[in-house]
């Protein structure tokens, strides 16, 4: 079975910091896909990033950043300068191998970026 | 490019009573997915439809049924209605074999309120 375990449950930080949210999964596939989703307040799940199983190469875009460590099963999610439209609660989420590539979504964290 | 849309925006309704949700997908999608996310959880995986036929389910009662049209749109639909069945209830869809393969797109939600 396949588990996303988000431990943070909720983060508070001022303007202009940094923050990290951590991810960690559990799976027996060889091969998988990994997913960040931001949901603000509207309620709407926002894609961010897909990352397949055999590409660890860390990832930037603006003031995003992903690290993927399959020796750790972890994958975290660092915004850079965190800005007031940060805040949200995002999601991590792992898809199986089969077709239908269901995702399974961890508990999710809540961020509030603080002015 | 239009988004993925869902319908209606909100809803209220009764124990025991029935429920339809629809759904279109996003333009060039032939996939959707269904979800259920309870307040303060990560969405649930309900069931996934493709070539208008049910192609996976998760963990929920034949009660939670589906269809899926030609033009790829698709209904949700519950039957006698349960207090614990109050959640919103996200669509996505996806282009299976596409350029981008599975990643799904969320619509707004529809927020089912069962009294």
């Known amino acids: 079975a396949q588990k996303v375990t988000q431990a943070q449950t909720e983060i508070s930080v001022v303007e202009k910091e940094d923050v990290t949210l951590d991810c960690v999964y559990e799976?027996?596939?060889?091969?998988?896909?990994l997913f960040w989703y931001k949901q603000p307040p509207s309620g709407e799940l926002v894609f961010l990033i897909r990352?397949?199983?055999?590409?660890?190469q860390n990832e930037i875009s603006g003031r995003y950043s992903w690290n993927f460590q399959k020796s750790t099963s972890s994958f975290n999610f660092t915004i850079t300068a965190s800005q007031v439209v940060d805040s949200a609660v995002y999601f991590c989420?792992?898809?199986?191998?089969?077709?239908?590539?269901?995702?399974?979504f961890g508990s999710g964290t809540r961020l509030q970026v603080q002015p | 490019e239009t988004g993925v849309t869902q319908s209606p925006t909100h809803l209220i309704k009764t124990r025991g009573q029935q429920v339809t949700l629809r759904c279109s997908s996003q333009?060039?999608?032939?996939?959707v997915s269904w979800y259920q996310q309870a307040l303060g959880q990560g969405p649930q995986f309900i069931f996934q439809?493709?070539?208008?036929?049910?192609?996976g389910r998760g963990n929920f009662p034949p009660r939670f049924s589906g269809l899926q049209f030609p033009n790829y749109s698709s209904e949700l639909n519950v039957n006698a209605l349960e207090l614990d069945d109050s959640a919103l209830y996200l669509c996505?869809?996806?282009?299976?074999?596409?350029?981008?393969?599975?990643?799904?797109?969320f619509g707004p939600g529809t927020r089912l309120t069962v009294l």
């Open positions: 439809y493709y070539r208008e036929e049910e192609n």
């Open positions: 333009s060039g999608h032939n996939t």
């Open positions: 990352r397949n199983s055999f590409d660890e």
């Open positions: 989420a792992l898809s199986d191998e089969t077709g239908r590539r269901a995702l399974t």
């Open positions: 799976t027996r596939d060889t091969t998988y896909y």
């Open positions: 996505a869809s996806s282009s299976r074999f596409g350029g981008r393969g599975d990643t799904q797109y």
